[in-house]
């Protein structure tokens, strides 16, 4: 297969389960303006640099993401983007300074084909794992609501898998609720640890890290 096409074909897998949390894991999000102007935020990068978010979750001090990003190479800016951007918001508003975050993100690639619906649960079961709420889609801020409600939150583009749960809308938002609430416990030890990328042999494979985040190989690179 040529490179170009190897390259595209990553590509087209590869997508990065994003973290963060509040500096010594203090809370960050505080009422529903911090919130709602985190998602403004997502809302807006997301637009301007061609990512798909379809899995996300933001708890009180820290937040979790799973992305698709047309140029891998621009995670890092775009991330720091979004960062600052609430930090000189959260200075501003509660008249406080210094670290917010507890460092630079984590990034974890996940091969589509296997682990996106996998890792979006875990995601979304995360305020059920902190005992906020009995049902992943009783939380406000994440996206479990889009798929079992149809809540537009400005922020979800809808799993490309979304349409293996049933033939219609109703029937595919009740057989998603179901998957959310049959939890895999094995699954989700896959995605505690950031620093392992989850995938096939193959696509492990085409993954180079550089500066801290994995990303396609380029043509001619050595393995190491």
């Given amino acids: 297969m040529p490179y170009l096409a190897r390259t595209h074909q990553l590509k087209q897998s590869l997508l990065y389960h994003i973290f963060n949390r509040g500096n010594a894991r203090n809370e960050i999000f505080h009422d529903r303006e911090d919130y709602e102007y985190w998602i403004v935020l997502l809302d807006r990068y997301s637009i301007a640099h061609d990512i798909w978010i379809y899995h996300w979750v ?8 799973l992305i698709e990003i047309g ?13 600052r951007s609430y930090v000189y ?45 009995k049902l992943a889609e009783g939380y406000r801020y994440s996206s479990a609501r889009y798929y079992v409600y149809g809540m537009d939150d400005r922020v979800t583009r809808e799993d490309p898998l979304f ?62």
Wanted: some cysteine; glycine content about 10%; charged content about 30%.
């Fill in 163 to 224: 349409g293996t749960f049933g033939k219609g809308l109703s029937e595919q938002r009740e057989g998603y609720k179901q998957f959310l609430e049959t939890f895999d416990s094995e699954d989700a030890v896959l995605f505690e640890n950031l620093e392992d990328p989850q995938g096939s042999k193959e696509f492990l494979n085409r993954l180079v890290k550089e500066n801290g985040l994995f990303l396609p190989r380029r043509q001619g690179r050595p393995r190491k």
């Fill in 71 to 83: 140029e891998p190479e621009k995670i890092s800016s775009v991330m720091a983007g979004i960062g």
């Fill in 89 to 133: 918001y959260y200075h501003r508003k509660y008249k406080t300074s210094g670290h917010l975050w507890e460092g630079r993100f984590k990034s974890q690639p996940i091969q589509k084909e296997m682990y996106l619906l996998a890792c979006g649960r875990y995601i979304e079961r995360t305020p059920v794992k902190a005992k906020l709420v």
């Fill in 58 to 65: 933001i708890m009180p001090n820290h937040y979790h993401l």
